[in-house]
């Protein structure tokens, strides 16, 4: 396993683009979910009055930063169909669901289980909040404070300065266990059973917020480092507000998430595979 040599602590704050946080690479999703309706970001922005916005997203990514107007129904809420089912007694208006961004599956995944449960009339709005953010910051919500100043998003290269690839993550971890809290954050829909350091990580969904900021704080009174990972590396960036809100110095997250650990694995597998392929 290879040492992370050094990371840059920078704490300013920069302005961000649609490059920094939005993806340009397409949707994924489109190809994944193809029975999935969806409306594009300036046609949201034209029927923003005339729709109602669901922001599929955990309470505290909600709370961060979102669409101005929307409600938050988390799709990993086990009453989620419960509320979907009274806001529809409420209008006959279009449902739209949005979540992080090109990557993110929640949009897609919450109007599939709309239509599930008998709900008609849903869509999902799949570019994400960065996209929507960044272009719209009048019709954006950040900290509670609209419109927004993109000057306050927290910069592509501070997230980045926190980031650690799975194998540095997990060395870094090894080399100070003792000193070394490790939270999983995903919530029960990603993570399928155990994490991946069994005996000296958490689980702390990003909804169990008490939870969650319970284990924070005793870290931060022990003076030890917290090491966290999602599901694709996108949900912590939402944490890090709550993170340096909190005064929170010694925190890193796992670069891509679990899906970057597991190839990881797999990847070594495949090579120790192949060389004992060779020696044969």
Same mark, same amino acid.
């Given at each position: ?5 050094? &990371?840059? !602590? ?14 340009? @690479? ?6 994944? =979910?193809?029975? *999935?309706?969806? *409306? ?21 990514? $909600? ?5 101005? %107007?929307?409600? %938050? /129904?988390? &799709?990993?809420?086990? $009453? ?16 739209? !669901? ?19 449960? #008998? ?25 509670? %404070? ?7 998003? *927290?910069?592509?290269?501070? !997230? ?6 799975? #194998?540095? !993550?997990?060395? +870094?971890?090894?080399? +100070? /266990?003792?000193? +070394?809290?490790? /939270? ?15 005996? &000296? @990580? ?5 909804? #169990? ?18 090491? $966290? ?11 890090? =507000? ?26 070594? @597998?495949?090579?120790? %595979? ?7």
């Amino acid at each position: 396993m290879h040492r992370l040599i050094q &990371i840059v !602590f920078a704490l300013t704050i920069g302005v961000i683009s649609s490059s920094a946080f939005g993806e340009p @690479e397409g949707f994924p999703g489109r190809e994944k =979910y193809p029975d *999935i309706p969806y *409306i594009e970001l300036n046609d949201l922005y034209a029927q923003r009055d005339n729709v109602i916005i669901v922001d599929a997203r955990s309470k505290l990514e $909600f709370e961060t930063l979102r669409i101005k %107007n929307a409600v %938050n /129904i988390p &799709i990993a809420d086990e $009453f989620f169909e419960n509320e979907l089912y009274r806001l529809r007694r409420t209008t006959d208006k279009t449902i739209v !669901f949005y979540c992080n961004g090109h990557r993110c599956y929640k949009s897609y995944q919450a109007v599939k289980r709309a239509q599930e449960a #008998d709900i008609s009339n849903v869509i999902a709005y799949d570019a994400g909040i960065f996209d929507w953010a960044t272009r719209y910051p009048k019709e954006s919500v950040l900290l509670g %404070n609209s419109p927004i100043n993109p000057k306050s998003l *927290i910069a592509k290269n501070v !997230f980045k300065s926190r980031l650690m690839d799975p #194998d540095t !993550f997990s060395s +870094s971890i090894v080399e +100070s /266990i003792d000193q +070394s809290v490790v /939270i999983d954050i995903r919530d029960k829909f990603q993570r399928a059973a155990v994490g991946f350091y069994p005996g &000296i @990580e958490r689980w702390a969904a990003l909804d #169990d917020r008490n939870k969650l900021f319970a284990y924070i704080r005793k870290a931060k009174l022990e003076n030890k480092t917290l090491y $966290f990972y999602d599901e694709v590396g996108k949900q912590v960036r939402w944490l890090q =507000y709550a993170l340096e809100e909190a005064g929170v110095k010694k925190y890193y997250f796992m670069e891509k998430g679990a899906r970057a650990y597991y190839k990881m694995l797999t990847d070594l @597998e495949w090579n120790k %595979n192949k060389k004992v392929a060779q020696r044969n």
